[in-house]
């Protein structure tokens, strides 16, 4: 009987063991799937959230691409349409005007003010004599007018010829009266020249003239044609080897006209 209970209580406590090997098996297997589930779930949602993130990842690519490629194009354009309209344009737009402008409007201004006054010519001119207030009379002083209604420029000194042009003696030019500039005649406006005919003397060997020619310089020598001035009144007693010519001004000056 001890022995039957001592069985009964084995087989028990046997029976009991497999029913707890059983169960922890199965809560082993059920852990297991939820084990499996979970990470299959979390496989998934990695998956699905790597995929989203490769998602916007390339969205962020893509955004950065064209923003890339929008300001690349801003740049690109920004940059040949500040080079070509500030630099081109106002760089040849400047170069045009101080060029053309600049130098155009330098060389049309020298080139008028060289032909509003061109050498004094004889027929623009009128030229008259006057006996200077001393006795006897030593100097005359000539007064050449402008008459030709433009500007013109009174050259060097007067070709005085005392007599026959073809056989007059040169009168020569005092160097000390030229002045520093030619002398520019606007119309109607005079110059003047000092002119020394003889050195008082009574034994000179003097001529009575009435009247007696006057030449005018060009630009390359002695202008041709000849101005008939008229003697003052009663005649020039004139000493040709005493005679001698100031040069051509706007006044009469003390020291450079005195000779």
Request: charged content about 15%.
């Amino acid at each position: 009987m001890r022995n039957h209970r001592k069985n009964t209580v084995l087989a028990a406590a046997a029976i009991a063991a497999l029913s707890l090997g059983l169960t922890a098996c199965g809560g082993g297997d059920d852990a297991t799937g939820a084990k499996d589930a979970g990470s299959a779930s979390s496989s998934q949602s990695a998956t699905g959230a790597g995929g989203n993130g490769a998602a916007g990842g390339g969205t962020a690519d893509q955004t950065a691409a064209k923003s890339g490629s929008g300001s690349t194009g801003g740049s690109a354009t920004g940059g040949s349409t500040g080079g070509s309209t500030a630099g081109g344009s106002t760089g040849s737009a400047g170069g045009s005007k101080a060029g053309s402008t600049t130098g155009g409007s330098t060389g049309s201004t020298g080139g008028k003010g060289s032909a509003a006054a061109p050498a004094c010519a004889y027929n623009d001119i009128k030229v008259t004599a006057a006996k200077a207030d001393e006795v006897p009379t030593e100097h005359i002083t000539l007064t050449a007018t402008n008459t030709s209604g433009r500007s013109c420029t009174l050259l060097e000194y007067p070709l005085v010829a005392f007599g026959p042009i073809q056989t007059a003696k040169d009168v020569p030019a005092v160097a000390k009266s030229k002045p520093a500039a030619p002398v520019v005649l606007k119309p109607g406006a005079p110059a003047y020249a000092n002119v020394r005919i003889a050195l008082g003397g009574v034994h000179e060997d003097n001529k009575v003239v009435n009247e007696f020619n006057v030449n005018l310089f060009a630009p390359q020598g002695p202008a041709e044609g000849s101005i008939v001035v008229k003697a003052p009144a009663g005649g020039l007693a004139v000493d040709e080897a005493a005679a001698k010519t100031g040069y051509w001004t706007y006044e009469l000056r003390n020291g450079a006209d005195e000779f």
